[in-house]
C-alpha cells in the first residue's frame, strides 16, 4: 500500500471541470480547470507547484483539501481513498496555510482562541493538554513570549507574525500534510525568505509533506525538492529543483525563468525574450499542446494537432514537449 511505498499522496488523472449555466439552469459548457495530473507525494517531501494565474494550481489544492469535488480521477491520502465520507479524517491531516494572513484571520478572536478552535472542534486532547499544544505550537513558529501574544488580535500582529500565526494553526492539530497556497506573497520581500525557512525548519523537524504553490520560480530553491510546472490546466515539466532552475526545457517554464526579476540594473533594462499572447480559455483549450498557439519553437501539424505525452530527455525529468520526443 502506500506506506511501504513512502507516498503519502496519490493523485491519478485529476480533472476538476466548473460548470457554467446560463439563467441558472441550462448547462452551456465547462472550465476545465484541471485537466489530467497525475503524481505522488513521499512522507517528508516538500513539492512546489508552479504557474501563472489560471494556470490550475490553486484548484489543484482545492480538490486535495475536499474544498472542491474532482470531476474524475483518484485521490489517496495515507493509502486511503478519498471521498465525500471521509472529508472530516482527511482535513485533520492537512493543514492549510492560506496566501493573505490577516483575511485568513477571524478577526474578533484572539491568537488564543484562533489556535484553541481547531483542537475544540475536533474535540482533541483536555483542556490543559490543549492549552500546553498551543503554547508548544507558538514557540515552534517563534512568536514569543508566548504570554505576549496570547491575548492579543490579528490587527495588533504585524504581516510576518500574521503569517506565523497561520502556520501554527495549521499545525496545531499535528498534520501530515501542509498545504501553502502562495504563503509569502503578500509579505514584504525581507520577510519572505524567513517565513519559508520557517516552515522549512518545521517540515523537516515533523517529516511534513509539504506542497508549496506559488508562481514565484525564485523562491523554490529555499523550500522544495521537486518542481512542477502548470500551464493551463496540465503539468507540462516536473524534475528536481537543480534541473528545473538550471535546465528548463519546456518553452514555458524557460519563459518563466526569464520573467524573474533581476536586481541587477543594466540586467534589468534588457528586453527578455517572454512568449507573446496569453494564456488559452480553458473553455474551449486549444488542441494538442495548450502552449502552441504561444510557442515560437512550434512544429506545425504536430503540436497543434496531438497532445504531447511526458518525454524523459534525462533521468527524472520529464517534459510534455514535441521538441523532446
Not at 474578533?108 to 508548544?136: A, D, H, S
Not at 500534510?177 to 504563503?183: M, N, T
Not at 528548463?248 to 527578455?272: G, Q, S, T, V, W
Request: aromatic content about 8%; glycine content about 6%.
Amino acid at each position: 500500500m502506500a506506506r511501504e511505498n513512502n507516498v503519502l499522496l496519490s493523485v491519478r488523472d485529476l480533472h476538476t471541470w466548473y460548470e457554467l449555466r446560463k439563467w441558472g439552469f441550462v448547462r452551456i459548457g465547462y472550465v476545465r480547470a484541471l485537466d489530467g495530473v497525475s503524481f505522488d507525494l513521499r512522507y517528508g517531501e516538500a513539492l512546489t507547484i508552479v504557474g501563472e494565474s489560471g494556470s490550475g494550481k490553486t484548484t489543484l489544492l482545492k480538490t486535495i483539501l475536499g474544498l472542491v469535488p474532482p470531476t474524475k480521477g483518484v485521490l489517496e491520502f495515507a493509502g486511503q481513498p478519498v471521498h465525500a465520507k471521509n472529508l472530516w479524517w482527511l482535513r485533520r491531516q492537512v493543514g492549510y496555510v492560506q496566501q493573505d494572513p490577516y483575511g485568513a484571520l477571524p478577526p474578533f478572536m484572539n491568537v488564543r482562541r484562533i489556535l484553541l478552535e481547531p483542537l475544540v472542534i475536533n474535540k482533541v486532547g483536555r483542556p490543559l493538554e490543549r492549552e500546553e499544544r498551543i503554547v508548544e505550537v507558538l514557540e515552534e513558529v517563534r512568536l514569543t513570549p508566548v504570554e505576549d501574544f496570547l491575548p492579543k488580535f490579528p490587527h495588533m500582529l504585524s504581516g510576518g507574525q500574521q503569517q506565523r500565526l497561520v502556520i501554527a494553526r495549521a499545525l496545531v492539530l499535528r498534520p501530515k500534510l501542509i498545504v501553502a497556497d502562495e504563503p509569502v506573497s503578500m509579505l514584504d520581500a525581507s520577510v519572505r525568505v524567513e517565513i519559508l525557512d520557517l516552515m522549512r525548519r518545521v517540515q523537516q523537524a515533523h517529516n511534513l509533506g509539504v506542497i508549496y504553490i506559488t508562481h514565484d520560480l525564485s523562491t523554490v530553491r529555499y523550500f522544495s525538492e521537486r518542481v512542477f510546472i502548470m500551464y493551463a490546466a496540465k503539468v507540462v515539466e516536473k524534475a528536481n529543483v537543480r534541473e528545473i532552475v538550471h535546465n528548463p526545457l519546456h518553452p514555458y517554464a524557460r519563459a518563466l525563468l526569464a520573467a524573474i526579476p533581476d536586481p541587477d540594473y543594466e540586467n534589468a533594462l534588457k528586453f527578455k525574450d517572454v512568449p507573446p499572447g496569453e494564456p488559452p480559455s480553458l473553455v474551449h483549450p486549444p488542441a494538442g499542446c495548450r502552449f502552441h498557439p504561444r510557442c515560437t519553437q512550434m512544429i506545425p501539424g504536430l503540436c497543434d494537432k496531438d497532445e504531447p505525452p511526458d518525454f524523459e530527455p534525462v533521468p527524472g525529468h520529464f517534459v510534455a514537449c514535441w521538441l523532446y520526443r
